[in-house]
Structure formats: C-alpha cells, structure tokens
C-alpha cells in the first residue's frame, strides 16, 4: 500500500497568510494526487485533481503542486471561510490512501 | 443537481450486519464507478471499497475484504454496502462518492453514521 505522510497535522493562521500542506507517497504517485476540504459534520469536498487542476468553483488562492513522491498545496490569503480540515488522496494505485489530514485554525 | 444520500445507518451490536445505501440523481449513474470511504470519529478519510461502473468488478480495503459487499442497482440509481460480522472498529461516518473519469473521487454524499456497539 502506498502510504500518504502528510504535514502539518495542524495549522495556526491569520487572515491573509499563505499557508502550505504538504504530502509525501512513499512511491511515485505520478501526479495523482487531489486535495479535499472537509468542515466540521460535512462530506469532504473536492478542491484540486491531478496535483493542481482547481475543479470549478475553487477559489483561485488554492494551489497545488509537485511530482514523483513530494506534493504540495497552499491557499494564499487565507479567508475566514477556509477554517477546515484538509485531505490529500493519492489516487494513482488502490487501494486509494489518504493523508492523515491537517487542521487549519485562525491564530 | 447531482447528489448522493445516504440512508441506513445506525446503532448495530457486534458481530451483526448493516446495509448502507446510497441513491444517486442528477448524473447517468450507470456511467460511472462509485467508492464508500469512511471515517472514524475525530478520525481522518480511509477508502473502504469500488465498484465499476457495470458492477463487474469490485475492489476492498483489507479490513474489510470478506465482510463487506459493495454493489449496485443501475436501474435504481443506487449503490449498496452489506456490512457483514460488524466490529466496533468500524465505527464511523460512510460516505458514498462518484469516481469520475480520470478516477478521482469528485461527488459525496453526506454521510451515513454507523455505531457498533452492544
């Protein structure tokens, strides 16, 4: 199985800050990778695909980025309304694994 | 709109079955695999299982191989999980989601909650 080590499991930040997550495969993933949302009680909801191809409706500020074994995402001037947790997901063997998640609280 | 519910969680002992269902509208069901993940409570997302889209070929989680039983109904625009010799480690929230055609996962459900306790 290929594992998702994902980091930070949490984050602290203010309004406008750029913050960046980071998921490491532990083998190629070949750019299968895709980032999800998820708040509190809801479903996650499905922000990026194929490391960075924004699905519509995404807010610009989000981005992502890499290849091989090493991902990133970011969401520049984080807004109030992105207080949630975030998932990567590799999707490139199955069985599909996700990150461990990161939390993402205002300072 | 294209949307899936789920229905037919709930409160199960040890050891006994649960069947989750999840209707699916808005989208030419039959045209697409689907997948259940779930998560445990506080817990991150753990795919459990797919099915292609024709029902012809499923895969699973290994904590579940030989327990669960994921299908379909392509004439009801359904998807199904039997969820067989229930732990309490499968306690979690299950969610049903579309596999669209680059294989990402793209709509969820919201999610079914499953207890297993006594």
């Known amino acids: 199985d290929i594992q998702m080590t994902q980091s930070p499991p949490s984050l602290s930040a203010s309004l406008g800050d750029k913050v960046t997550i980071t998921c490491q495969a532990s083998?190629?993933?070949?750019?299968?990778i895709a980032w999800y949302q998820q708040k509190p009680g809801k479903a996650p909801r499905l922000l990026i695909r194929?490391?960075?191809t924004l699905e519509s409706g995404t807010p610009s500020r989000f981005s992502g980025s890499g290849s091989g074994r090493d991902y990133s995402f970011s969401i520049s001037n984080v807004e109030s309304e992105d207080i949630a947790s975030y998932y990567c997901?590799?999707?490139?063997?199955?069985?599909?694994?996700f990150g461990g998640g990161t939390k993402l609280e205002l300072k | 709109e294209v949307q899936l519910v789920e229905s037919g969680g709930g409160l199960v002992q040890p050891g006994r079955s649960m069947k989750l269902s999840c209707a699916a509208s808005?989208?030419?069901?039959?045209?697409?695999?689907m997948a259940w993940v779930c998560q445990a409570p506080k817990k991150g997302l753990e795919w459990v299982a797919t099915i292609s889209y024709d029902g012809s070929s499923t895969y699973y989680r290994d904590s579940v191989k030989g327990r669960f039983t994921i299908s379909r109904d392509n004439a009801k625009s359904t998807l199904y999980l039997q969820m067989d010799s229930l732990r309490s480690e499968d306690t979690a929230t299950y969610y049903c989601a579309r596999r669209d055609y680059s294989g990402v996962m793209d709509v969820w459900g919201q999610g079914a909650s499953v207890t297993v306790s006594s």
């Open positions: 083998q190629n993933i070949n750019k299968y």
């Open positions: 997901l590799q999707y490139d063997n199955l069985p599909w694994t």
């Open positions: 194929y490391t960075s």
């Open positions: 808005g989208f030419t069901f039959n045209n697409y695999d």
